[in-house]
């Protein structure tokens, strides 16, 4: 399988940041490419929504039915944090942002939030196997919590070629912020729907046509084929070569930015 695997390349479509004032607009025109070509994303759900950047639409007392109904429609729902406000500087175990919802807080303030979180999603009938982090950005202690707290099984997030087994999770790459043509591997590419213009939608749509036939939907599949795999050398050298990379754009952009270029 995992040969198989290398062999060919896989994407997973994910859609972060739903919440009842999320850009429906936005969120609904890309829920109806994606059924065009039959495509079940991964949604991160946040539970309680604090943060004012989403304030976008008015508030919809409908928003959990909608939920319901994409998991009626096999979309893979996931745990985004709980309220979606950063209060720690910590870069984590995934190292893209310093500023984060869990990474580095106190383990009791995260278990209050992680509880109240999945209480939330019981209480509105939404079966969630994923953990999604606001900013990438959380550590041992949030796992901890999740494997005590939840029946989560999934991260979305960390950067490998394959998913991998860690930690007593699955960790499901999350390594693209736009579609990009790869020769192996399983890619997820993430989208934030509020933020997505109309040229987007546009490239969206075109390589959705191309590679509809290339996107996993069934994440519990993809658990049972690669619960049993571990981070392999060559996802160590993709790791630290992706962050390497990250550094020295980040370094370039700072120099610019201070004249020194």
Not at 10 to 39: H, Q, S
Not at 108 to 134: C, D, H, L, T, Y
């Amino acid at each position: 399988n995992f040969k198989r695997s290398l062999d060919m390349q896989k994407y997973i479509v994910r859609l972060d940041d739903a919440c009842p004032t999320m850009d429906r607009k936005k969120w609904n025109r890309f829920f109806d490419i994606l059924d065009k070509y039959n495509i079940k994303p991964i949604i991160a759900v946040i539970p309680n929504n604090d943060d004012k950047n989403m304030l976008i639409d008015e508030y919809d007392k409908e928003f959990w039915g909608s939920v319901r109904e994409w998991q009626n429609k096999k979309y893979n729902i996931a745990l985004h944090g709980y309220n979606h406000c950063y209060i720690s500087n910590n870069n984590g175990l995934v190292p893209i942002n310093k500023k984060s919802e869990f990474a580095g807080v106190d383990k009791s303030i995260q278990r209050e939030k992680i509880k109240k979180g999945w209480q939330i999603f019981k209480n509105e009938k939404i079966n969630a196997n994923i953990w999604v982090a606001p900013a990438h950005t959380f550590d041992k202690n949030t796992l901890n919590i999740l494997r005590e707290e939840t029946t989560i099984k999934i991260i979305s997030d960390g950067v490998s070629f394959l998913p991998y087994f860690k930690n007593n999770f699955l960790w499901i790459p999350q390594q693209l912020w736009g579609f990009a043509e790869k020769n192996s591997g399983v890619w997820t590419i993430c989208f934030h729907p509020n933020n997505i213009n109309d040229s987007d939608f546009v490239k969206i749509e075109k390589f959705l046509s191309k590679n509809k036939n290339k996107f996993i939907s069934d994440i519990d599949t993809l658990y049972k084929e690669y619960r049993n795999r571990k981070m392999s050398f060559n996802d160590k050298i993709f790791f630290y070569a992706f962050f390497l990379k990250r550094y020295i754009q980040n370094l370039s952009i700072y120099k610019k930015i201070k004249g020194y270029n």
